[in-house]
């Protein structure tokens, strides 16, 4: 690591800690003493297979849109443990591509632990239910 201050590369950590999805490193340069901040977070090089065929680089950020809209007006904390849980389940998969159809699964069973609401939002568009019958019958499954 590069001290931003007198570009060294002779530096030390002082302290780690976990801080949301990422790893903050105090740090002190070994060459002019000056301490500064560095955070780490894992980068992932995951491909998402949309239902066409297409793929595209995976976006925790969509995940994340997607889950504030079903959630409406749930806390960010609610938010932000749904959307670890979820990025941890996709990291457990262990593999280079995955599904938009298991990605929505993945979010559906988080989703059903935390909000039933949230859940009934995120199965009408997931699902692309149109026909109150069939979400009747999806409610009947998390009654």
Do not use: W
Not at 15 to 34: F, G, I, T, Y
Not at 70 to 75: D, L, N, V
Not at 95 to 122: H, N, P, W
């Amino acid at each position: 690591m590069q001290c931003p201050y007198c570009t060294s590369a002779d530096t030390k950590v002082l302290e780690s800690r976990c801080c949301d999805r990422s790893l903050r490193r105090r740090r002190e340069c070994l060459q002019c003493a000056n301490r500064f901040t560095t955070y780490e977070r894992t980068e992932l090089n995951l491909k998402v297979i949309k239902k066409d065929g297409r793929e595209e680089p995976f976006s925790l950020e969509k995940i994340q849109q997607s889950i504030r809209k079903a959630c409406s007006k749930s806390e960010e904390e609610t938010i932000s443990s749904i959307l670890k849980a979820v990025e941890q389940q996709i990291l457990i998969k262990k593999t280079s591509s995955i599904k938009t159809k298991d990605i929505g699964k993945i979010v559906l069973e988080e989703l059903k632990k935390v909000d039933k609401m949230a859940y009934v939002r995120f199965t009408s568009v997931y699902k692309s239910i149109h026909d109150p019958k069939l979400l009747e019958k999806e409610l009947q499954l998390i009654v």
